[in-house]
C-alpha cells in the first residue's frame, strides 16, 4: 500500500464541515478579493504567533519579495541567503533588483551559519560594488534559524533581517514563537506547509506599525489612501478571501497538529538514531517539523528500497543554489560552500504529516533499518 507524503485527504476528513461552511459563507457574500476574511485571518495569525500584526498575500513567494520592495532593496544592493534553500529565497532578491550573496549553512542544523554570514558581509563591505542591505535567514525544515546571532551581526550592519519562515510557522525558539524573531516575518501556505490552504497563499507578521503600513500598501498596487491614490511602486499580492477562508477552519486545529508532528518526529528519532543522522534539537527551540529529513551515505540505495515498499521520499534540496544554472552568476562556484555542497548529496526526508498512525511509522522506520543495516 503507497503511503502519502503529506495526507491532506486525512486532514479534510477531520474539517469538512468547517471547511465547507466558510467556504459556503464566502459564496455567500461574494467579497472574493480582501473579504472579511482576510482581516480575521490577519487577526488569528496575529494572536497565534505573538506578532502586532499580520498581512495575508498571495504566495510565501511574494511574501519574502514584499519587505524588499518596501525597503526600497534593488540594483546595487546585497541581500545575503542560505545557499542551502528553495529557489523563491534567491528569486525574489533578483526579481526586486538586488544581489544574492549565498552564505554556507551550519552542519548540525541546516540552517544559515552566523559565522560565515559575518564573513560574506566583510567580503562585500571590502570589495566595495555592493551595498549590504538585508539578510534573509531561512527556517529549513521547520526549525527556526539562530535569529539571535543573526540579529546581533545584522544590527551592528544596519541591515534588514527577513526570516524566510515558509516551513517553520508553528515554531519556537528561546526569543519566542516564529513571527516575532525577525524585523519581519515571511511565511508560507502552500498546501504541503504545516498551516497549508488549498492554493497559494502567505503573510508577513511584524511588530511594526510602519512596516505593516508599507507591506499593505505594497500588495495591493502601491495604494495610499484610496484606491487610486498610488503612492509607492507595488503589486498585485492580496491573499484570496476563499484561501483565507480555509485557513480559519484550519488554524483553530493548527496546535493539535503541530503537537502531532512532533511526536511522530520523536518516534522517528527513537527508532532511526542508531542507523542514520536523524534531524538536529537545538536547546530551547522546537521545530515545526515541516518535514524530517535524515542524512545518510548512501541516499540512492534507500530511496530505491522505500520506493519498493511503497513509501515516498523527497529530497529537500539535490543542488545547492549557489551551483544552480539560474544563480551560477552569483556564487563562488563548486566547493565555495563546503556544508551546503555535501548536504545536497545526503539528504532525504521522509513522509510526515500529523494524520500519520503509529503502525505506519513503524512500517517507514523497520524499512529504512532493514535498507541501512542490512
Known amino acids: 500500500m503507497q503511503i502519502p507524503f503529506v495526507d491532506l485527504k486525512a486532514q479534510y476528513a477531520r474539517l469538512k464541515p468547517e471547511i465547507n461552511a466558510r467556504i459556503q459563507q464566502v459564496l455567500d457574500h461574494g467579497q472574493y478579493i480582501m473579504g472579511p476574511e482576510v482581516a480575521e485571518l490577519e487577526a488569528a495569525l496575529a494572536n497565534y504567533s505573538g506578532a502586532r500584526h499580520a498581512v495575508g498575500l498571495s504566495s510565501g513567494s511574494d511574501a519574502l519579495l514584499v519587505p524588499l520592495i518596501a525597503a526600497g532593496i534593488g540594483t546595487g544592493h546585497a541581500v545575503f541567503l542560505p545557499s542551502f534553500t528553495f529557489t523563491a529565497t534567491a528569486e525574489m532578491v533578483l526579481l526586486a533588483g538586488a544581489t544574492p550573496v549565498f552564505v554556507d549553512v551550519d552542519a548540525h542544523n541546516f540552517n544559515m551559519d552566523p559565522v560565515d554570514l559575518e564573513e560574506k558581509i566583510g567580503e562585500v563591505t571590502t570589495a566595495g560594488r555592493l551595498v549590504p542591505r538585508a539578510v534573509m535567514a531561512v527556517d529549513l525544515f521547520g526549525l527556526p534559524a539562530d535569529l539571535e546571532k ?103 486545529i493548527f496546535s493539535d497538529e503541530v503537537d502531532a508532528r512532533r511526536k511522530l518526529a520523536d518516534y522517528y528519532d527513537t527508532r532511526l538514531t542508531q542507523y542514520v543522522a536523524t534531524p538536529p534539537r537545538i536547546e530551547g527551540a522546537e521545530s515545526a517539523w515541516a518535514q524530517y529529513t535524515i542524512q545518510c551515505d548512501d541516499r540512492e540505495r534507500l530511496r530505491a528500497d522505500l520506493g519498493e515498499q511503497g513509501i515516498p521520499t523527497a529530497i529537500y534540496y539535490p543542488r545547492p543554489m549557489h551551483l544552480q544554472p539560474a544563480y551560477a552568476a552569483y556564487g563562488p562556484g563548486e566547493g565555495g560552500l563546503p556544508i551546503s555542497e555535501t548536504l545536497s548529496g545526503r539528504v532525504l526526508s521522509l513522509p510526515m504529516h500529523p494524520y500519520m498512525p503509529e503502525e505506519t511509522a513503524e512500517r517507514i522506520c523497520q524499512a529504512v533499518i532493514n535498507s541501512v543495516a542490512g
Not at 527577513?162 to 516575532?180: C, L, N, Y
Not at 511565511?187 to 504545516?194: D, G, L, R, V, Y
Open 150 to 252: 543573526i540579529n546581533a551581526i545584522a544590527k551592528r550592519q544596519d541591515l534588514l533581517v527577513i526570516a524566510d519562515a515558509a516551513q517553520s510557522f508553528g515554531a519556537e525558539a528561546a526569543g519566542g514563537k516564529v513571527g516575532t524573531l525577525a524585523d519581519v516575518t515571511a511565511t508560507s501556505f502552500f498546501p504541503a506547509k504545516p498551516l497549508g490552504g488549498y492554493g497559494d497563499g502567505g503573510a508577513l507578521l511584524t511588530d511594526s506599525d510602519e512596516l505593516a503600513g508599507l507591506y499593505r500598501s505594497v500588495r495591493s498596487h502601491g495604494t495610499g489612501d484610496n484606491k487610486y491614490d498610488i503612492v509607492r511602486l507595488g503589486l498585485n499580492a492580496r491573499l484570496d478571501t476563499l484561501q483565507a477562508a480555509i485557513l480559519l477552519a484550519k488554524i483553530e
